[in-house]
């Protein structure tokens, strides 16, 4: 599996943008970009993924480089309840028929009031 | 709520034992994912079942064993349980008609060997 590289932590304050960097240098063709997010006591939420353009959703935006080296997940007003361990995995959908997630140490998010 | 439950919510048994995990996926969701995450390990891919088949397997080890059933239905048993199986046990669920879908992760079964 393509190896991701995100910081161990970060801190926001409250209602201010959070931008979550992911390094994948190692990339291919095929891996989509997904990320997920644990909160405290709870298992691992989707949050949102893509290929090569940036998407958007209810919960996130996500950038993705023009060379898909780097990604960046995007909180546009961070509430406290958005603290949480945020994890970047790549999935290649020329995998073999299973659909695993591979996860990384995450980066840790602190949201200040 | 992500639609898929796991029971029990807590468990606490002795060095030795054995135990049985159980995972109810989001209805119409068939595939099961189990993953282990301890403090030191993170998350742990384990195994997957597919419509009563496995898919894949991770860092499982020979005394874990699952199975899903014709429900559905996923559970893991956990025998000659050891101090170092203490964990949190997540299941997930996914919908495997669509391309990398989602996973559902339920909020996990909190092991402790004593």
């Known amino acids: 599996d393509a190896k991701t590289t995100q910081p161990n932590s970060m801190e926001s304050n409250e209602e201010e943008p959070v931008h979550l960097p992911c390094n994948h240098s190692?990339?291919?063709?095929?891996?989509?970009i997904h990320w997920y997010r644990q909160l405290p006591s709870q298992g691992p939420e989707y949050v949102i993924h893509g290929l090569t353009s940036n998407v958007n959703n209810r919960m996130a935006s996500l950038a993705i480089a023009e060379d898909r080296k780097s990604s960046t997940l995007i909180l546009h007003r961070a509430t406290l309840r958005d603290a949480a361990v945020y994890y970047c995995i790549l999935r290649d959908d020329t995998q073999g028929g299973s659909e695993k997630l591979v996860f990384g140490k995450g980066t840790k998010l602190t949201v200040n009031p | 709520d992500s639609g898929v439950t796991q029971t029990p919510k807590h468990l606490i048994t002795a060095t030795g034992q054995r135990v049985t995990l159980r995972c109810s996926p989001r209805?119409?969701?068939?595939?099961v994912y189990w993953y282990q995450q301890s403090l030191d390990q993170g998350l742990q891919f384990l195994i997957q079942?597919?419509?009563?088949?496995?898919?894949a397997k991770g860092n499982i080890l020979e005394r874990f064993s699952a199975q899903q059933f014709p429900d559905l239905h996923s559970e893991l048993n956990l025998s000659s349980l050891e101090l170092g199986d203490s964990a949190l046990y997540f299941c997930a669920s996914s919908d495997t008609g669509a391309i990398l879908p989602p996973l559902h992760f339920g909020n996990g079964t909190r092991l402790t060997v004593t």
């Open positions: 079942y597919y419509n009563g088949e496995e898919r």
């Open positions: 209805s119409g969701d068939l595939s």
């Open positions: 190692t990339i291919s063709g095929t891996d989509y």
